[in-house]
C-alpha cells in the first residue's frame, strides 16, 4: 500500500507546465490577488454592483433567472 502511494507522489513531482499555461496561471493568481485586496475593485465593488442590481431589479433576484 505505501508503495503505490510513493509511486502516485513520485508521479506528481514529475508533472511539467507549458510557458502558456504558467502565463495563465499567473493571469488568474494576480487576478485573484487583485480582487481579494483592492478596495475599489474587490469584495467591496462587488458588494456595491449586486446591491445596486437587486435594487434596480429585485424580482428577477427571487426568480433566478440569469
Known sequence: ?????RKQHEDL?????TDSEWARFVAIF???DQITTSLTEG???????RT??????PDRLMTLEK
Not at 13 to 17: G, I, K, P, R
Not at 43 to 49: D, F, G, K, Q, V
Request: hydrophobic residues 30%; glycine residues 0%; proline residues 4%.
Open 13 to 17: 513531482n514529475h508533472v511539467t507546465f
Open 52 to 57: 445596486k442590481q437587486c435594487e434596480y431589479d
Open 30 to 32: 494576480d487576478k485573484f
Open 43 to 49: 469584495l467591496p465593488r462587488e458588494i456595491e454592483l
Open 1 to 5: 500500500m505505501l508503495d503505490n502511494s
